[in-house]
């Protein structure tokens, strides 16, 4: 228990450099992780990895030199989705406990394949990595929600847009599977439970004429509905050329929460809870701080690098005490049955036309 988690990591692309840099400041912070291996097959990105964050342990270039070296027995998996499950199967064989970044493998069928082994044989080795679960702005508009804060909730809207396409040899799934499963999680997060149904409207508006990442839309929305008394929306996109928009809104019979407001440069997040109309003042306020990300950082650095933070220690922790991860594979296994029942549903600009 008194001695460092030691910690390999895969993949030091965009995401992977941000997770592995918030385990360097755990690491020099509280002394309890060690960052002991990285694995990257581009040697470039080491180099420039090591010489950056002034990192001077083991490096290897494939997951086999990795586990023959037996460097660590918790590893973080940031590589291209599609590798997610060979991965982060490879590692639970061979005894890891491991953080694999969103999604669980891209597809609904990966999904329940890589459930129903880890389910069987290795129930609490993987920690899935939604983030939005440790963000404290998130957090402090759910204690409001479940105070009673406004009433009775009746509609949660949530929003993720990005100024931008992925970067070049980014693979996506589609749009939904990809971006909204972080929006979908959240609201199964707030909900406490699964909608009964589900749809979705993709639109084909920039980015897609523009971006080199193939992808089925660049603008889509997806609806949920928990029974007859409770609604989710989720909006994604990646047309909000302005700069990186997140923003939830909690709707109550007795007021709104609203969590998060666009700015260009998010350092501060503001969490307001408003009654009805008429009273003047919020019901609460609070201001948390944002992530100040370097100017070459990921966007979305800037809103979520304390989550990002929160959850590789909720990792480290779990990881040093034998606790259950908060987050697993089940909970991405229902975001990807929620996006999957959206997608049958899907409607697009082909709908029926309106005739006069």
């Known amino acids: 228990m008194n001695q460092p988690l030691d910690i390999g990591i895969i993949g030091i692309g965009r995401m992977g450099w941000v997770h592995a840099a918030h385990m360097l400041e755990l690491e020099r912070e509280t002394g309890a992780c060690r960052l002991r291996a990285v694995v990257d097959r581009e040697p470039e ?30 590893t973080m998996v940031v590589a291209p989705t599609e590798h997610h499950q060979h991965l982060a199967m490879s590692l639970v064989r061979a005894g890891h406990r491991v953080l694999l970044e969103k999604p669980l ?11 129903a082994e880890l389910d069987r ?19 402090f508009g759910r204690d409001l929600m479940n105070q009673g804060a406004i009433g009775r909730v009746f509609k949660v809207y949530s929003a ?13 799934g589609g749009i939904l599977p990809d971006m909204s499963v972080h929006n979908v999680d959240e609201i199964l997060w707030l909900a406490g439970r699964m909608p009964d149904r589900a749809m979705a409207v993709g639109s084909v508006l920039h980015n897609k004429h523009v971006a080199s990442c193939e992808e089925d839309f660049d603008d889509a929305m997806l609806y949920m509905w928990f029974g007859e008394e409770l609604m989710g929306q989720v909006q994604v996109t990646r047309n909000h050329v302005s700069g990186y928009r997140v923003e939830t809104v909690i709707y109550g019979d007795q007021g709104q929460i609203q969590i998060g407001h ?5 350092g501060a997040i503001i969490v307001e809870a408003f009654g009805r109309r008429g009273r003047t003042e919020p019901i609460s306020r609070k201001v948390f701080p944002g992530g100040n990300g370097a100017a070459a950082a990921p966007e979305f650095v800037d809103r979520f690098g304390p989550a990002y933070k929160a959850e590789v220690a909720a990792f480290v922790d779990c990881c040093r005490t034998g606790a259950p991860f908060p987050a697993t594979h089940r909970d ?21 036309a309106i005739v006069g």
């Open 45 to 74: 990105r080491l180099a420039r990895f090591a010489s950056e964050q002034r990192y001077s342990g083991p490096v290897f270039d494939s997951l086999d030199a990795y586990l023959a070296a037996d460097a660590a027995k918790a």
């Open 105 to 115: 493998t891209g597809t609904l069928e990966g999904d329940i394949a890589c459930c």
């Open 121 to 139: 044989d290795y129930p609490d080795a993987l920690m899935l990595a939604f983030q939005r679960r440790y963000d404290a702005a998130l957090t």
């Open 160 to 172: 993720l847009e990005d100024s931008g396409p992925p970067p070049d040899g980014y693979q996506s």
């Open 262 to 266: 666009f700015e260009q440069k998010p």
């Open 332 to 352: 991405g296994l229902r975001a990807q049955q929620v996006i999957g029942a959206a997608m049958r549903a899907v409607h697009t600009r082909e709908g029926g």
